[in-house]
């Protein structure tokens, strides 16, 4: 750089403004001290040294604060930061999963909605915002879970903009999280007519694939279907379950043994009944699908990936949507295992015990089986047995045909239909008054009465 000419300076030297001495345009330069040992030097663009003078003074006062509040001297633009800082430092820095999370979500949503702002121009408030704006793009409405996570994304990637002296530091950021479509909270799995048909489906899919290689993933496939529909386990559960961890009970039900490293911690599983043959049939398939002796260890291949296939067969049976419109997953068979196990009467406690959740979670999720699926369970009586509004509607039929010495008082208290009897017309159970009061050509005999 040639020598400086002209040398003005202004507040008491923390503006310095020259000429380079090998520039003959004759514009003006300028060195600006900002304290700390922060300095930068700005051409002023203009030859006129009065112009020169004002625009370094305004330049000073718009970088003094920032120097002050340790921030780079020129501000960066987001995508300028996400791309070229940010995402380098997370493939040097986090697994390949985070890495994946945060340059997908960063790609389709991250981005587009700070569009492309200054970083240290970031508030609060346009965080918060976040939820909102993600609520309203586009037609499927993002669970709390996943936006809790999204905003963890940001909040991560700004605490090391904070670091990295991009931006000031920001308080604590509190995303308030919008309730998210009510079916969300209800999980649905394929009801029985839904589950009959898949699995007559699976029978002949399992052998309409492209070629060899693709029938037999479609078998394995088929077999992890009916091993997560059998035993309510999540998939990292499956994948970490070894053939040296299921044992067989005298009633040929699998007792597995939940590896330590998966979300609850190791525990016991009871399958249903008819998952021995379907675990047999798995093994043969493993026998031939080039896994090295480690990998077949396991009941699944470590790294394979069943879900693209799982959808496939969803897709082809016409069961891809849940009642609430969002596709299902491999993990809609697990909600499938506790569904019917309620449906069947089983404790919420003992569901949960072998699922490896709580009753609480049980109550939150599936509590929309109840009563829908067991309508005949809470309103029938057992088989063989009468229910009191047709008993005392076959005894009034008796007594009106079985002569004076029908003892029909003595024969409804003995019954415990005291309370029907006093409530002829049904004020207290309404549903019952056609029953109660019928006419007489409508009463039924014993023999024709129903439950």
């Not at 921030?71 to 430092?89: A, G, H, Q, V, Y």
């Not at 340059?103 to 569009?115: N, W």
């Not at 996943?146 to 530091?169: F, K, N």
């Amino acid at each position: 750089m040639g020598h400086q000419q002209d040398t003005v300076k202004l507040m008491g030297g923390a503006i310095v403004l020259y000429k380079r001495g090998d520039n003959n345009d004759g514009t003006w330069q300028a060195r600006l001290e900002l304290g700390g040992g922060k300095r930068t030097r700005r051409s002023l663009k203009t030859a006129d040294q009065a112009g020169a003078e004002r625009a370094a003074l305004e330049l000073y006062s718009k970088l003094k604060p920032r120097a002050d509040a340790d921030m780079p001297l020129n501000s960066i633009k987001f995508d300028e930061f996400w791309d070229k800082r940010w995402i380098p430092w997370v493939e040097k820095n986090l697994s390949i999963h985070r890495q994946r999370l945060h340059d997908g979500t960063g790609k389709r949503y991250i981005k587009p909605y700070f569009d492309n702002c200054a970083v240290d121009k970031i508030t609060v408030q346009k965080v918060e915002n976040y939820v909102g704006w993600r609520r309203d793009k586009g037609t499927k409405r993002p669970a709390q879970k996943t936006l809790l996570m999204e905003t963890g994304l940001i909040r991560q990637a700004l605490d090391q903009a904070v670091r990295w002296s991009l931006c000031p530091v920001m308080p604590r950021i509190k995303v308030p999280l919008l309730k998210t479509d009510p079916n969300r909270a209800k999980r649905f799995g394929f009801d029985a007519d839904e589950w009959f048909k898949l699995a007559q489906h699976m029978d002949d899919w399992q052998h309409g694939g492209q070629h060899k290689l693709h029938n037999h993933q479609r078998q394995i496939v088929r077999c992890l279907v009916w091993f997560y529909y059998l035993t309510g386990m999540r998939p990292r559960e499956a994948a970490l379950c070894k053939w040296g961890d299921v044992k067989w009970t005298r009633d040929g039900l699998a007792k597995i043994t939940v590896m330590n490293e998966t979300k609850t911690g190791t525990r016991i599983v009871f399958s249903q009944p008819g998952l021995k043959p379907y675990l047999q049939e798995l093994e043969n398939l493993r026998k031939d699908d080039g896994s090295t002796e480690e990998e077949k260890l396991f009941l699944f291949k470590p790294g394979w990936d069943p879900h693209h296939t799982f959808r496939n067969l969803l897709t082809e049976a016409e069961l891809l949507k849940g009642p609430d419109g969002h596709d299902r997953t491999i993990y809609s068979l697990r909600h499938t295992y506790i569904t019917d196990r309620l449906t069947n009467g089983k404790h919420h406690a003992d569901i949960a015990r072998n699922c490896g959740t709580s009753v609480t979670q049980i109550h939150k999720h599936y509590d929309h089986v109840l009563p829908e699926h067991r309508v005949k369970e809470l309103t029938g009586y057992p088989e063989g047995e009468w229910d009191p509004a047709t008993i005392l509607a076959a005894l009034r039929f008796a007594k009106q045909n079985g002569g004076e010495d029908f003892d029909f008082d003595a024969l409804v208290k003995s019954a415990g239909l005291a309370e029907l009897e006093n409530d002829p017309w049904g004020d207290k159970h309404p549903a019952l008054r056609r029953v109660l009061q019928p006419d007489e050509s409508d009463l039924p005999s014993p023999s024709s009465a129903t439950a």
